[in-house]
């Protein structure tokens, strides 16, 4: 997106015509950004707790929490980007159904453990060193 505002600028000074700076379209673009980089943020917060919390239970929270805002705010900043158009309808509709459906299927995946029998790892927790030690 800078890349052909910069370019449309030198065009425009170069044919001698005054050039106008697209506001509008860099607000948006910059606020489609920010929102896909906190999305990407809480995604990669998510896998880092799959891979570092004890048990089950608290990884799936982990996993439910961030992947279902992480994704909602990716799936904002590409309807910001794509503007008012049919596409950002779809994408709306798309985010309605994740907003729907992840909490729904954490939940039954819980509920599915719990009722298998799988215990929850309780009491004082130490996460692993990096070094390799296993003390």
Request: glycine letters at 8%; a neutral charge.
């Amino acid at each position: 997106m800078m890349l052909s505002v910069i370019l449309a600028a030198a065009a425009a000074a170069e044919q001698g015509a005054s050039f106008t700076f697209d506001w509008f379209g860099f607000l948006r673009a910059f606020l489609s950004c920010l929102s896909i980089l906190a999305g990407l943020f809480f995604v990669l917060a998510g896998t880092l707790g799959v891979l570092r919390l004890p048990d089950f239970y608290t990884r799936l929270h982990a996993a439910g929490m961030t992947d279902t805002l992480g994704a909602e705010l990716i799936l904002l900043g590409l309807i910001i980007q794509s503007g008012f158009t049919q596409v950002s309808l779809k994408l709306l509709l798309v985010a309605f159904f994740l907003l729907i459906t992840s909490p729904t299927a954490t939940h039954a995946i819980a509920n599915a453990a719990h009722k298998a029998g799988l215990a929850p790892k309780l009491g004082k927790y130490k996460a692993p060193s990096l070094d390799g030690d296993a003390s």
